[in-house]
């Protein structure tokens, strides 16, 4: 008599957050839970002497799109070495969504091991499925799983998208010096502690510090980096920037935060999307397909001051050797005929010590003139030129006090644009027309030919109108913000009047706050730009 085969089985459970599968209410998510996989498939084997169970391969959280799961590799492991010839799952699903790779492994892979495979619900037992359920049946049912996979995918995508457009956060993690809400995790909200140590870091750029004095500053106050931050308040967080296992604040980490404009309250989402539902690498979307949408409570940095360091960030702010700081004038001196940076330079004579400033070209390959100019000169021709824009701006207190009662009277009494009133009239003339198209030609009048040229013809007239429509009233309504942001702008320089009689020596934070650029000419004759015009 012969010995009957005892396969030594391996029983394999997979739960995916991403398709779905999730336990939770409803009939679908917990029949696929990772104890009700086991307690059907254990079901299944009490009366099957020829089965022994060798172990249990369970992949929580993984998708079945994915070969490479942890559990799954150790299973294939133990079956290449021969102590596994019986696979059993709860049905082709569990074992994967892919239909090359799942058709390659039951097609091909097990067959040639000698491997049995067994899917419960789906009733398919290799050891007795005839040809049609081997070639036709199997194929079909992971074609239909793979089908469902990417269906998923897409609506998975398009929810999250939708709620980015609503103005709600889908991220896993938030950007240091925010947290989400806590009775909304979709909403973000300004986080107390480490929002002030952001504050800290954008008022250190702008007094010239670089990125790497920053982050030993706040590694010798002891303030904790982002990630140790986020496990202190109990966030399981993994981040691909982090090397070592305590992670401290580093020049990268610092120039994250300055260049987030998250700062400013601009919460920017799906710049990266997956290439499919099978492939993990990501790859960047078009700017114009990002959600983008202002939340001003988040602004820990107001918008002009964020420009401001964005533009300072581009050009060269190299720090003086000795000293915590930069140089007072570091990115904004620039040299006329050139158009490169200027550089500091220290002598000492006799014990005296001299700061210039001078064309950087010139220094290093004589191919342009000096250019050259005195800090403290430079900085009294700064000091003068500011006094001349704050009496400017003494001048403009008569234009601002015109410039509110017109806005008074453009919020009261909107402006006739007698051209957008005709273009809305005929647009109406024309929805008109359009919309009797086609009682003209279901009563004859009109032929089918007749009617669809009409019909294009009007859709793209009303829909040209409706663009020119749009336009002028965006036009106006940008003059009305230029005018108020004109007046914002007057306000800022007026209150810097006092600055002039409390100051004794100029700030690098007041110098980037008010000038864009200072260009030197040969002579000590110095042009100002500043950021706020008059």
């Not at 982090?242 to 404009?261: C, E």
């Amino acid at each position: 008599m012969e010995e009957k085969k005892i396969y030594a089985a391996a029983v394999y459970l997979r739960l995916s957050k991403e398709d779905g599968d999730v336990c939770g209410k409803g009939g679908r998510e917990e029949s696929n839970s990772i104890t009700n996989q086991k307690r059907l498939i254990h079901d299944f084997l009490k009366d099957r002497e020829d089965i022994r169970v060798y172990k249990e391969y369970v992949d929580d959280g993984y998708t079945g799109s994915d070969f490479r799961r942890p559990s799954f590799q150790k299973m294939i492991k133990d079956v290449e070495a021969g102590k596994v010839n019986l696979i059993i799952v709860k049905d082709l699903s569990r074992f994967g969504r892919e239909y090359i790779e799942a058709g390659r492994y039951l097609q091909k892979v097990f067959p040639e091991s000698g491997v049995r495979f067994i899917a419960v619900t789906d009733h398919y037992d290799s050891l007795t499925a005839d040809q049609t359920q081997k070639n036709i049946v199997i194929p079909v049912k992971n074609f239909v799983n793979d089908a469902y996979s990417a269906d998923l995918s897409v609506k998975i995508r398009s929810h999250l998208d939708s709620k980015r457009q609503n103005g709600e956060y889908t991220g896993a993690y938030v950007s240091y010096g925010f947290i989400k809400d806590s009775r909304n995790h979709n909403r973000l909200t300004v986080d107390p502690v480490a929002g002030e140590n952001v504050q800290l870091i954008f008022r250190w750029k702008m007094e010239g510090i670089s990125n790497g004095q920053i982050a030993e500053k706040l590694n010798a106050l002891g303030i904790p980096a982002p990630a140790e931050y986020k496990r202190s308040l109990g966030i399981r967080y993994r981040s691909g920037f982090q090397k070592n296992l305590y992670s401290r604040w580093s020049p990268a980490a610092v120039g994250r935060i300055l260049a987030n404009p998250l700062c400013k309250g601009l919460v920017v989402q799906g710049k990266w999307e997956r290439i499919n539902h099978k492939i993990k690498k990501m790859a960047a979307r078009p700017e114009g397909e990002q959600s983008r949408f202002l939340q001003e409570s988040l602004a820990i940095i107001g918008e002009k001051r964020f420009a401001i360091l964005q533009e300072l960030l581009k050009r060269d702010t190299r720090t003086i050797p000795g000293k915590k700081g930069g140089s007072l004038f570091g990115g904004i001196l620039f040299c006329p005929d050139c158009g490169r940076q200027m550089i500091r330079r220290k002598t000492v004579c006799k014990g005296k010590e001299t700061i210039f400033y001078i064309c950087r070209t010139y220094n290093v390959e004589k191919s342009c003139t000096r250019h050259s100019i005195r800090e403290k000169e430079l900085i009294f021709l700064i000091k003068e030129a500011v006094r001349a824009q704050i009496r400017t701006m003494a001048e403009a207190e008569e234009i601002c006090n015109m410039a509110d009662k017109a806005m008074e009277k453009i919020r009261l009494v909107p402006p006739v644009d007698n051209r957008l009133w005709e273009l809305e009239q005929e647009l109406l003339e024309n929805k008109a027309m359009d919309a009797g198209l086609y009682r003209d030609w279901m009563e004859g009048i009109l032929s089918e030919k007749e009617y669809r040229e009409m019909k294009d013809f009007f859709t793209g007239r009303c829909k040209e109108l409706k663009g020119q429509i749009q336009e002028r009233k965006d036009r106006a309504g940008k003059a009305v913000e230029r005018a108020e942001e004109a007046k914002r702008q007057l306000e800022r320089m007026k209150s810097l009047e006092s600055w002039l009689g409390e100051e004794k020596e100029i700030r690098r934070s007041l110098i980037c706050f008010l000038i864009d650029k200072i260009w030197v000419y040969e002579g000590k004759r110095v042009e100002v730009s500043f950021l706020y015009k008059v």
